[in-house]
């Protein structure tokens, strides 16, 4: 069952970018603008059709790299002016067609969020919204004094002092552990001190001194209250008013990480030009903290498989929320840079220059490329 699962979520987040270019295509087509190209997946193409409408022919295809989906419009330079292309569309109609891929994600995570409500939420947040009077707790903690490691991030002060999966963490510093947030705080409060550090494994205790780091993750394990998961939460009549607060705190949470995330590139790039090696270290892990790749998504997708279909859905959900976030940051290569660039120039009067385009989304698509291969490497070495 958890095998089904684990494609299932697979297949519904290939499907988050599919629905984000198919917003695209639907606002780009009812507003005058061509398209010539809908795809699911990315080339080499293995099939494709001609679709014959009203609105403009177009090619359906489908191609050989997993990976989503795109919308190729008729005319994508600024400069192109020919009718029915994307360059020669106002100002105006460019902001609904970028905007609706957008659209598109919080939508589909509000809809996702709404039938995990009804199914069960997990609450993975402090002070996670919910309707008190329309909350029914439908899985809690089984021991919720013990706290288990899920995993060891490599290289961490964990993995060093030889800490292991599944080892119960029972103090730190001699303060109690009795779930993860508190693990998080003691942790944190005793950042770059070397504390005791009592474990349980096979029924035998263990003491250890560690020397947490001075920065997240303080320990370097991933924890959660034993036989549990996550407390689950089930809203009938407020499951759409539920899913539009949890919407809003995974908004602000994910500004917060990325804002930790900046903050740890800054360090990286500061310690490497003053030459303060644990500044620059101390930067990459607050930074590759706060971000996963594909391979973190697909580890994320296999332990959640294990909590059922709900689970799934709520980690697609949080998925699709961050894929509209992103796309609204000013960055070339995504929606946000694009209409940035497009508002620049109009405020100019002037139209972006097709080498200009071109370089600007090239050179960003390949710092994001960049950027992605490092995520999965940090990746590989976090969950593997």
Do not use: C
Not at 29 to 34: L, S
Not at 65 to 82: A, C, I, M, N, W
Not at 145 to 159: E, P, T, Y
Not at 205 to 223: I, N
């Amino acid at each position: 069952m958890a095998i089904a699962l684990l494609i299932l979520g697979i297949f519904l987040f290939i499907g988050l970018v599919v629905v984000h270019e198919f917003g695209h295509f639907v606002v780009a087509r009812r507003n005058g603008v061509e398209a010539e190209e809908f795809g699911i997946g990315f080339p080499p193409m293995a099939w494709s059709r001609k679709v014959k409408s009203p609105k403009g022919d177009y090619i359906f295809s489908l191609n050989w790299l997993p990976l989503g989906g795109f919308v190729r419009l008729k005319g994508e330079h600024d400069s192109d002016t020919e009718k029915g292309t994307f360059g020669a569309a106002s100002t105006w109609i460019k902001t609904k067609i970028m905007a609706a891929g957008v659209f598109m994600n919080f939508l589909t995570a509000l809809l996702l969020f709404t039938i995990v409500a009804l199914i069960g939420m997990p609450q993975v947040l402090d002070n996670q919204f919910t309707v008190a009077s329309d909350s029914k707790v439908v899985r809690e903690p089984t021991n919720k004094d013990v706290v288990s490691v899920a995993q060891i991030i490599k290289g961490s002060a964990a993995d060093k002092a030889g800490l292991k999966a599944k080892d119960r963490v029972v103090s730190i510093g001699g303060v109690a552990v009795t779930s993860p947030t508190k693990l998080s705080a003691v942790t944190e409060q005793y950042s770059g001190k070397t504390v005791e550090v009592v474990t349980e494994r096979g029924g035998q205790r263990q003491k250890r001194q560690v020397t947490l780091g001075q920065a997240t993750p303080y320990l370097g394990v991933g924890s959660q209250s034993e036989e549990r998961g996550f407390e689950m939460r089930r809203s009938t009549w407020s499951a759409p008013i539920v899913a539009v607060g949890v919407t809003y705190d995974f908004t602000i949470a994910t500004f917060q990480g990325l804002g930790k995330a900046v903050a740890g590139l800054g360090s990286i790039i500061a310690g490497t030009f003053t030459g303060n090696g644990q500044a620059r270290t101390n930067g990459q892990t607050a930074a590759s903290e706060q971000v996963s790749g594909p391979v973190g998504i697909f580890a994320v997708l296999y332990a959640g498989a294990e909590q059922g279909i709900g689970f799934v859905l709520f980690v697609i959900g949080i998925i699709s929320l961050s894929l509209a976030i992103m796309n609204v940051l000013p960055i070339p290569a995504l929606d946000g840079g694009k209409l940035f660039i497009t508002y620049l120039h109009r405020v100019l009067g002037r139209k972006v220059s097709e080498n200009f385009e071109n370089y600007a989304y090239g050179i960003s698509f390949m710092l994001l490329i960049g950027l992605m291969v490092i995520i999965t490497i940090v990746d590989v070495k976090r969950f593997f």
